[in-house]
């Protein structure tokens, strides 16, 4: 496996066979640089597997998505069907990811 196809450590497999068809915002990203910053100054290592580092990627993860890819159907931390979002104690019915990332894509 090249470098480009390798998982990253904390936002997932971004470059491999099952991202081929993904629409990126630019490109897919690189976030080499950003781990070895991360690694170097984080103050806390959750056990591998641990709910903590679950949750940690999981965040990373979707972070990612939101800011790099133009299509809701090519996220893999959320069913565009069954996803709300609770902000400023407003608890909404339904908000699809589409309307997440309208609103999150306008802080770039």
């Known amino acids: 496996m090249s470098s480009a196809e390798e998982d990253d450590p904390y936002h997932g497999k971004m470059h491999g066979e099952s991202d081929k068809n ?3 915002r630019h490109s897919a990203p690189f976030y080499t ?3 070895a910053l ?3 100054t984080r103050t806390k290592v959750w056990g591998e597997g641990s709910l903590e580092e679950t949750v940690q ?3 990373k993860t979707w972070e990612m998505e939101l800011s790099h890819k133009t299509r ?3 996220f893999k931390t959320t069913i565009p069907n069954n996803f709300s ?3 400023n104690g407003i608890n909404p019915e339904y ?3 589409s ?3 309208f609103f999150f894509s306008k802080l770039y």
């Open 22 to 24: 993904t629409v990126w």
């Open 33 to 35: 640089e950003v781990n």
């Open 38 to 40: 991360f690694v170097n």
């Open 57 to 59: 990627n999981l965040v």
């Open 72 to 74: 809701v159907d090519d």
């Open 85 to 87: 979002l609770k902000v």
């Open 95 to 97: 908000s699809p990811p």
């Open 99 to 101: 309307l997440v990332f």
